[in-house]
């Protein structure tokens, strides 16, 4: 499978040879705030089948914490995707061009969601992260 993904203003473009997986919906704050939205749509994805097509020197890097952050358009703003020690780690799904052929698999850290937003029913919930990634 291949995927391909760009911002909003076309300016920067990657492929995945392979396949995203893993998707899950962040609903803390702090993803609220990175993805301008309720929640953020993500995806794992393998670093050795993950290329930059176009714009790789537009991209903006802001590490959330160490070790970890997010890659971003300088032009137009659109999250691409997550990294882990330099490198690409994930993909906002957002972003996609095309079916990635996945499902959002559980939704984490709802105990700080949104009072204003309403959660799917029969979807598999986590008050923080899910048990196996917590340590």
Known sequence: MTLTGECFCGSIQYQING???DARSCHCSRCRKAFSAQASSYALVNSSEFQ???GEALLTVFESQPGFGWQFCSRCGS???GTHNGEVHGITLGCLNNDPELEIGYHLY???KAS???L???VT???AAPPEQQA
Do not use: D
Request: net charge positive.
């Open 19 to 21: 396949r995203a997986y």
């Open 52 to 54: 930059w097509l176009r």
């Open 79 to 81: 999250t691409l995707c």
């Open 110 to 112: 709802i105990g700080s």
């Open 116 to 118: 204003w937003e309403r």
């Open 120 to 122: 799917p029913s029969g």
């Open 125 to 127: 919930l986590y008050e």
